[in-house]
């Protein structure tokens, strides 16, 4: 008898039968409330109704028309109206199934602009799992691990992580862009760099947000020595953060942005965007997928764009989530646990940490599997594993944010009874 490969253990013990806004129901009748979004995939919540209905009139009509063999209207369509959202200098679109790919055609795109062979990632990175994309990855050996070699040519940088490093916002990046220079002086020369590649927020790397004089940092360095500015949006795009792109809290612009998750609700689409002028210098025929731009999946992301306009998403997931965050820190002062709370919009993170600030990830597993146990599905993230990630869907409501949070701090108390529990057992 066939079954899934054990290298796709799941975080949790659930079977889904069926899932609506941000219920999830597993086949033992179960329901759920998911802080997950299926990694921020569900946007729109699970299911929703102007989607579904978007993908079933599509599939009646055309379900593939091959891109490079012709167009197809929700291509085109789909193609006005991300330049509506799109900044006004990046509206030349390539489209592909995911997020690594999108990362696969962004470093495709610098290399041959440029004509330059070397990139520079940031510490924690995620970028994807496919050679070229794990190479850029940082945020955890096991995308790395036993896939030698990997690509040449990354080079890493730190991120100005300012808990980890235990500094301010300025020092740390003070630090980061003091070590991007040092890196450009000894190991990758200006003229053999092709592209600065960073995420607005480390995602897999902790919710970590780049702090704005960093990421202008990046943009003064690229504008000098000719680096492509590639941004990662698969995770903060499409109103995650409280606004529509991550980048928009930066203050800078890049010169190639990649998205994908949040897009479509749920179907494989991502995007990559640039100018005119650089995306002409890639050979025609250089980019492409057999699945690229399927015509479903374009539907579903104009019914997904749609609905975050109608509904008010954006604004509603810079309302929600500081509702949440204040929740979360609530929860940590009454329990008094040490670590972090960050994040933007409903992309929110809470580090755990022992007393003395080393990471604490046996606390971080202990409350996901109280949550999940009590009914809140969440996921761990970080380098160290002691971040849980907390990401609904952006329909998310205050009743919605106010049931996690009671669930959240019942499994912080009974995460830490069953630490007392443990202690005693060890010293009986
Ligand atoms: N970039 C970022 C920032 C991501 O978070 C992810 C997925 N977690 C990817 C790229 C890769 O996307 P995919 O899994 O669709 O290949």
Known sequence: MARLSPVLK??????????????????????YLDFTAGIGVTSTG?????????????????LHGQYVTVRHRPL????????????????????????????????????QATGRPNVIVFHGGFHGRTVGAASMTTSSPRF??????????????P???????????????????????????????????????????????????????FAQGLRERADHHGFCLVMDEVQTGFGRTGRFWGHQHLGVEPDILVAAKGLTSGLPLSVMAASEK??????????????????????????????????????????????????????AEDHAVPGDV?????????????????????RALRVQQEAIAAGLLLQIGGPMRNVLRLLPALVVDE??????????????????????????????
């Open 10 to 31: 799941p975080a949790t013990p659930v079977t889904v039968s069926h899932a609506r806004g941000l219920d999830v129901y597993g086949d033992d009748g179960r329901r």
């Open 46 to 62: 699970h299911c929703h109704p102007a989607v579904v209905s978007a993908i079933a009139g599509q599939a009646e009509r055309l």
């Open 76 to 111: 085109l369509d789909l193609c006005d109206r991300l330049g509506q959202v799109l900044p006004a200098e990046l509206q030349s679109l390539f489209f592909a199934n995911s997020g690594s790919e999108a990362v696969e055609a962004a470093l495709r795109l610098a290399r």
């Open 144 to 157: 790395r691990t036993g896939y030698a070699p990997l690509m040449a040519g990354v080079h890493i940088a």
């Open 159 to 213: 991120f100005p992580s300012a808990y980890r490093y235990g500094w301010s916002e300025d020092e740390a990046t003070r630090f980061a862009l003091q070590e991007l220079d040092f890196l450009l002086a000894t190991v990758t020369a200006p003229e053999d760099t092709a592209a600065l590649v960073v995420e607005p927020v480390l995602g897999e790397g902790g919710f970590v947000p780049a702090p704005a004089a």
């Open 278 to 331: 650089l995306m002409s210098m890639a050979p025609a025929g250089s980019q492409g997928g057999t699945y690229g731009g399927n015509a479903v999946a374009c539907a579903a992301a104009l019914a997904t764009l749609e609905v975050i306009a109608e509904e008010e998403l954006v604004a509603n997931a810079a309302a929600q989530g500081l509702r949440l965050a204040q929740g979360l820190r609530r929860i």
């Open 342 to 362: 960050r994040g933007l919009g409903l992309m929110l993170g809470w580090e755990f940490s022992e007393p003395d600030g080393r990471p604490d990830a046996a």
């Open 399 to 428: 009743a919605q944010v106010d049931r996690a949070v009671g669930a959240l701090s019942r499994a912080v108390a009974s995460a830490a009874g069953s630490t007392c529990a443990d202690r005693t057992k060890e010293h009986a």
